[in-house]
């Protein structure tokens, strides 16, 4: 399995609190990605990032950003939590960005937004 | 923009029984590669199966296999002598070969229960 660690695995927490989801890997791989998981929706990619301090946008990227200062870690943050956040947040790790790279995933955040 | 339709939400198969599940999906590209992943109870996502575009030949890992119509842009996932571990959602996804930062386009899922 891919050493990808997500932190925390659970959070609760408040509506307009600023929040921030951690992706660690030990593969040094290059691009990390999170993804996030509702029902009805598979799974929607927030943010990117093709090296360090390079990232760029998803399909679902509003009300979200995010930074790399090293390889290993990807920072999600959710400037102003709002209920329509709560949901399961993955992150992805692959060596080579499209030509059929595989993707492989973090174990997932479970975040409640009350 | 890449579309893909999982339009069975949910299954169901007796143990040591053959099971499809059914995908299809929407591009203009021409080449392009597809997966399936698992996502059991624990909800960790495993890759199960992957096949490229421009193979004719139907990828094969152990149990599982697909059934790639691309003219029909159809790819469907085949288990084999399903097990009680197989019990889990299925999520069909796309990648376009676009080259560097292509994206995953994921399908909504189907939920495979397997009855012992």
């Known amino acids: 399995d891919a050493g990808i660690t997500q932190s925390p695995r659970h959070k609760v927490t408040e509506t307009g609190t600023p929040v921030t989801l951690r992706c660690h890997q030990t593969?040094?791989?290059?691009?990390m990605y999170w993804y996030r998981q509702d029902p009805g929706h598979g799974l929607r990619l927030i943010h990117y990032?093709?090296?360090?301090?390079?990232?760029d946008k998803g399909e679902v990227s509003d009300g979200y950003s995010v930074s790399r200062s090293k390889t290993e870690d990807f920072l999600l943050t959710l400037e102003s939590a709002t209920s329509s956040q709560t949901s399961v947040y993955f992150c992805?790790?692959?060596?080579?960005?499209?030509?059929?790279?595989?993707?492989?995933f973090g174990p997932g955040t479970r975040l409640l937004v009350l | 923009a890449q579309t893909v339709t999982q339009s069975q939400p949910e299954m169901s198969v007796q143990e040591a029984e053959t099971v499809t599940l059914s995908c299809t999906y929407d591009?203009?590209?021409?080449?392009?590669?597809l997966f399936w992943y698992k996502q059991p109870p624990s909800r960790q996502m495993i890759l199960v199966i992957r096949?490229?575009?421009?193979?004719?030949q139907n990828a094969t890992e152990n149990r599982f296999s697909v059934n790639f119509q691309k003219a029909a842009k159809s790819f469907s996932l085949k288990i084999s002598d399903s097990q009680l571990g197989d019990t889990a959602m299925y999520f069909c996804?796309?990648?376009?070969?676009?080259?560097?930062?292509?994206?995953?386009?994921f399908g909504k899922g189907i939920t495979l229960s397997v009855r012992p």
């Open positions: 996804a796309f990648m376009a070969n676009t080259g560097a930062n292509s994206k995953l386009t």
């Open positions: 591009t203009s590209e021409s080449n392009y590669y």
């Open positions: 990032s093709y090296g360090v301090k390079d990232t």
């Open positions: 992805a790790i692959s060596d080579i960005a499209g030509v059929g790279e595989t993707q492989y």
């Open positions: 096949q490229e575009a421009y193979k004719q």
């Open positions: 593969e040094n791989h290059r691009y």
